[in-house]
């Protein structure tokens, strides 16, 4: 595989950061990931305009305009001839050369890097089966809005969900769920209105989240942002998870809970082959 290291598109094996950067030491440090269908970007200038949001939150330099991004994104999708799968952008504060809770000096250069996975998303089996999740306690710290690599409570979340025999985590808070370990979260209720939680600081705002609430404008579909419980959504006609990497995926149960009659649900069918249509 060829990736991008600063400037430079290497193979992986050559590939080199400094044991000094604060994304290493410290998660200091933000991420987008993309998906890629036909070897076509999707959705990029929304992770691109979240990424300048979460580097600006930060006061991390990000001194590459998004054409610029464009152009590295297809050029590494271009080296790895990618088809489907995603493209993975890690941006970090850089290395002032020792260890310091305090940011470095403005001239410090922040280290960009990007690489590529293939996956096969359309015909994953998740999309076409559902998943079934399992609840956890939201333990990240309070600025979820902010798509920074501290990825640690949301893998220890998803080994949880795994242990209990679920394939991915909800995170719950004060009774109501925030969002999945690395997706948000949406429920149709019995008068067919789909809800999912509003924008604040406890939830990522998913760029797949946003396209997916425009499909549902144009499917006339009725739509309420708000928090629901777990109960809640445990008596939903359907639930379902969105993100870059898994689109629309249905839940099928939650905490062995069955949703519906514990298959897929038709909207989140509808609205998985109408975001995928459109983003070919
Ligand atoms: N995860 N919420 C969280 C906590 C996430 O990590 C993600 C994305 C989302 C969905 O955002 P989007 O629709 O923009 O992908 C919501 C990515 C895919 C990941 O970490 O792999």
Request: proline residues 4%.
């Amino acid at each position: 595989r060829t990736v991008y290291v600063n400037g430079d598109y290497v193979a992986e094996r050559d590939a080199t950061v400094s044991i000094f950067d604060r994304g290493f030491l410290l998660a200091d440090g933000v991420y987008e990931v993309s998906s890629v269908l036909g070897g076509k970007l999707v959705d990029f200038p929304g992770h691109m305009g979240r990424l300048k949001r979460s580097a600006a939150a930060l006061e991390i330099a990000l001194p590459w305009d998004e054409e610029t991004l464009l152009a590295i994104h297809r050029e590494l999708i271009r080296r790895n001839a990618l088809d489907e799968g995603m493209v993975y952008l890690q941006l970090t504060r850089g290395s002032a050369g020792d260890r310091d809770f305090h940011y470095p000096d403005a001239d410090t250069q922040p280290t960009l890097v990007l690489f590529t996975q293939a996956k096969s998303l359309v015909d994953a089996r998740s999309g076409r089966e559902g998943i079934r999740v399992a609840t956890q306690p939201d333990w990240r710290w309070a600025r979820r809005d902010i798509k920074t690599v501290q990825l640690l409570y949301p893998a220890m979340a998803k080994m949880a969900a795994k242990a209990a025999g679920a394939d991915d985590a909800w995170l719950v808070e004060d009774g109501m769920v925030t969002e999945g370990a690395s997706n948000n979260v949406w429920m149709l209720t019995h008068d067919a209105t789909l809800v999912t939680r509003e924008l604040s600081s406890a939830i990522l705002p998913g760029i797949t989240r946003a396209a997916v609430m425009t499909l549902a404008e144009t499917l006339a579909l009725q739509l309420e942002e708000r928090a629901f419980s777990v109960e809640e959504a445990q008596q939903a006609r359907e639930c379902f998870v969105t993100s870059a990497s898994s689109f629309v995926t249905p839940v099928i149960a939650i905490d062995g809970v069955p949703v519906g009659d514990g298959r897929p649900g038709e909207v989140a069918r509808r609205l998985r082959a109408a975001y995928i249509e459109e983003s070919r």
